[in-house]
C-alpha cells in the first residue's frame, strides 16, 4: 500500500477541491498498479491537459462535451465531472495537432482548427504553458540535475534522464494531467537512485559522429535492450544536444529506453563503474560494421519506389542549428514540383528562425516550416503522398505505419537532396 | 456434462495485482512488447507496428499476455482510447512494470497481475481459455491444445 503524508491524505479527502481529490485518488490507484510506496513532490510537469480531438468531446456529450468534461473523465480517469481550477504546479503543454497559421495547407478542417483554438484558450486559461513542442528542453522548460519532473514525450523524458539527469519516469497523460494538479508522481523508476544503474553494455566500435550515425546508434541500441538502461562505450565522442536528441528518439522508440549512460560523458557516467552502479552486468552487445549496415537496411525495409515525394525533417523538433544547417543546404535549390518539404519546430524556436532568416530561406526554397506537431501526431501528409523520406530513425519508426505509406530513412542532406530532386539517392557509406 | 470452466484448470498462475477485478477469455499472446500511441489503432486495438508479430490482429475482448510496454507516453492515452470505443482487452497479464502498461492498466480499468510465479508467456499460448482473477491474484489457464 502506497503511503500518503498527511497533506496528501488531505488532498484525497477533498480539502484542496474536487478536482485535487480526483487526481490523487488516480495517482494513488497508479502508485499501487506500480508497487510503488510513496510519492515525490514535484513542480515540473509536461504533458497534453485536456487536449483532445472533437470527437472524443462528443463520446462526453451527456457530461457536458467540453474542455472540463473531457479533463474529468478522460484525463483523471473519474467517474464524476468536476471543476478544474488553474494547475498548481509548473505545467507545460507539449505537442499538440496543428499547426496555428498553416493549418489549412495541412488539410485540417475549418471544424478542427475552432476545436484546436478552443482548447488551447482553456490551457492557457488554466495556466499551462502553450510550449506545443516534443522539445520542452528547446523552449524554455530546462531541469536541472536531480530535479523529479512528470514528463510523457519519450524522447524529452531520455533526454532529461540521460543527458541533464533530471529524474523522470515516462509519465502518461493521465498522470501528468493529475500532477499538474496534485504536485505528486508515484516515487519508483527513475526517481531512485538504484533504479538508474546501467544494466547493459553497448561497445562502440565504430565512430559515430553525425545525427544520421547517433540515430542509427539510438535505434540499434534500443531494439538490444528494450526498455533496459544501456552503457555506451568506446568509439563515441562528445555528442552534441542535437546528437543526443536523435539517439534518445530512436533507442525510445525501437526499444523503450527512458534512460542511458554515455561513459566520460553523460552526468551519471562519470566512470563505467559508476554508470552500472559497480561491476559490468548484462549482455554486451558489440556495434560494428555488421550491426550498423543491418540497422539502416531494417530501417530502410519500408522503402522500394525511389520517387519521394515528402520529406519531413524536424523530428524530434528541430533546434535552431538544425534549422541554419536546412536552410543552408537548401541555398540556391528549389523543392521539386513532385516533392514536398516540411520542417517541424516548436514556436519558440521558429521565432529565432524567423528573425534569422532560416525561416525565409526554407519557404523562398519551397518549403515550410511548421510548428506544434509532425506528421505522425498530426496524422498529416501532403495530399497524395506515397513515399516520405527522414533523418529521423524515430520518424521513420513511426510514420509508415501510421500512414501506410513507404520511407526512407537518410543524412540530411540526403533528404534535402531527395526534396529537391524528388529521387532517393541515399546510401550507406 | 461438465462444461470447460468447470473442470479443473490445466495450469494456475500467481502473480501480484496491477488493478483488481475478474475476467475470464481467449488468450492473446506475443513474445514481443507492445507499442502503444503509433503502435496500436487506438479505436478498433489492432497492432499496427511494422515487423510485429501481432499485426494485422486485434486485442479487443482479448486477454492480452505480453512481455510489456515499449514506445512512446502516449501508451496509456491509445490503450484508453480502445476503452472508449469498447475495444479494450478483456484482461491483462505482463511480465515487466512499466509506467506506461501500469497506467494503461489503471485507466482501462481492466483486471491486471504481473509479478508471476511462473512464466505466463511460456504457459499460456494464443487461443487458451484463462481466467483472470487479479483481486486474488491468481490466473487459471484451460489449455486449448489437449
Known amino acids: 500500500m502506497v503511503q500518503l503524508t498527511g497533506e496528501e491524505q488531505a488532498m484525497l479527502d477533498g480539502a484542496q477541491g474536487a478536482a485535487v481529490a480526483k487526481a490523487m485518488d488516480l495517482l494513488v490507484r497508479y502508485a499501487e498498479a506500480l508497487g510503488a510506496e510513496d510519492f515525490v513532490y514535484t513542480d515540473n510537469v509536461a504533458g497534453v491537459p485536456g487536449s483532445s480531438p472533437q470527437w472524443v468531446k462528443d463520446h462526453y456529450a451527456a457530461d457536458g462535451g467540453d474542455y472540463r468534461a473531457v479533463f474529468s473523465r478522460f484525463d483523471l480517469d473519474s467517474d464524476e465531472v468536476v471543476d478544474v481550477p488553474r494547475m498548481t504546479g509548473f505545467s507545460c ?5 496543428m499547426d496555428p ?4 495547407a495541412m488539410g485540417m478542417t475549418e471544424e478542427a482548427f475552432a476545436n484546436f483554438r478552443a482548447d488551447e484558450a482553456e490551457v492557457a486559461g488554466h495556466g499551462i504553458q502553450v510550449m506545443k513542442t516534443c522539445t520542452p528542453y528547446l523552449a524554455g522548460n530546462v531541469p536541472v540535475m536531480g530535479e523529479h519532473c512528470a514528463w510523457m514525450e519519450s524522447s524529452a523524458v531520455v533526454f532529461a534522464n540521460s543527458v541533464i539527469g533530471a529524474r523522470t519516469n515516462c509519465e502518461g497523460r493521465e498522470s501528468t494531467s493529475a500532477a ?14 538504484e533504479f538508474r544503474k546501467g544494466q547493459h553494455a553497448i561497445d562502440v566500435g565504430v565512430p559515430v559522429d553525425s545525427i544520421f550515425e547517433w540515430g542509427l546508434l539510438g535505434y540499434f541500441t534500443g531494439a538490444a535492450v528494450e526498455d533496459t538502461i544501456p552503457v555506451l562505450d568506446g568509439q563515441i565522442s562528445a555528442p552534441s544536444l542535437i546528437k543526443h536528441k536523435h539517439f534518445g528518439a530512436a533507442s525510445a522508440s525501437s526499444g523503450g529506453v527512458e534512460m ?4 566520460g560523458i553523460t552526468p551519471e557516467a562519470p566512470t563505467r563503474e559508476v554508470a552500472f552502479g559497480g561491476a559490468d552486468r548484462g549482455e554486451r552487445f558489440a556495434y560494428g560494421a555488421d550491426q550498423r549496415r543491418a540497422t539502416y537496411e531494417r530501417l530502410n525495409s519500408i522503402g522500394s519506389s525511389e520517387a519521394v515525394d515528402y520529406v519531413m525533417l524536424g523530428c524530434p523538433h ?3 542549428d538544425q534549422l541554419a544547417e536546412i536552410a543552408r543546404l537548401l541555398e540556391g535549390r528549389r523543392v521539386h514540383e513532385n516533392s514536398a518539404l516540411w520542417v517541424f519546430t516548436s514556436r519558440a524556436v521558429k521565432a529565432t528562425a524567423v528573425a534569422s532568416g532560416h525561416a525565409a530561406a526554407i519557404e523562398r526554397a519551397g518549403g515550410r516550416l511548421l510548428t506544434d506537431t509532425c506528421s505522425a501526431i498530426s496524422q498529416a501528409v501532403p495530399p497524395g503522398t506515397r513515399v516520405a523520406a527522414f533523418d529521423s530513425a524515430k520518424q521513420a519508426h513511426y510514420l509508415p505505419q501510421m500512414m501506410n505509406i513507404e520511407g526512407w530513412f537518410g543524412t540530411t542532406q540526403d533528404c534535402i537532396d531527395a526534396a529537391c530532386t524528388a529521387v532517393w539517392k541515399g546510401r550507406l557509406d | 456434462m461438465a462444461t470447460v470452466e468447470l473442470s479443473p484448470p490445466d495450469v494456475v498462475i500467481r502473480g501480484r495485482k496491477v488493478v483488481g477485478g475478474v475476467a475470464e477469455g481467449e488468450a492473446l499472446v506475443t513474445s514481443q512488447t507492445i507499442s ?3 503502435g496500436i489503432n487506438s479505436l478498433t486495438g489492432e497492432v499496427i507496428e511494422n515487423h510485429h508479430e501481432l499485426k494485422g490482429i486485434s486485442f479487443a475482448g482479448k486477454i492480452l499476455v505480453f512481455p510489456g510496454a515499449k514506445g512512446s507516453s502516449g501508451w496509456s492515452g491509445a490503450f484508453h482510447t480502445t476503452r472508449l470505443k469498447g475495444n479494450a482487452p478483456l484482461a491483462m497479464l505482463y511480465s515487466v512494470t512499466t509506467t506506461k502498461a501500469a497506467l494503461g492498466a489503471v485507466v482501462m480499468r481492466i483486471p491486471t497481475i504481473t509479478d508471476f510465479d511462473a512464466d505466463p508467456l511460456t504457459l499460456i499460448a494464443t487461443g487458451d481459455r484463462v481466467r483472470v482473477d487479479a483481486d486474488a491474484g491468481e490466473i487459471q489457464i484451460w489449455k486449448a491444445d489437449k
Open chain 1, 318 to 320: 528541430a533546434s535552431i
Open chain 1, 93 to 97: 503543454h507539449l505537442q499538440g495537432g
Open chain 1, 101 to 104: 497559421d498553416q493549418w489549412q
Open chain 1, 260 to 263: 542511458y549512460h554515455m561513459v
Open chain 2, 36 to 38: 502503444g500511441w503509433g
Open chain 1, 180 to 193: 499538474m494538479l496534485a504536485k505528486r508522481v508515484p516515487n519508483w523508476g527513475f526517481h531512485k537512485d
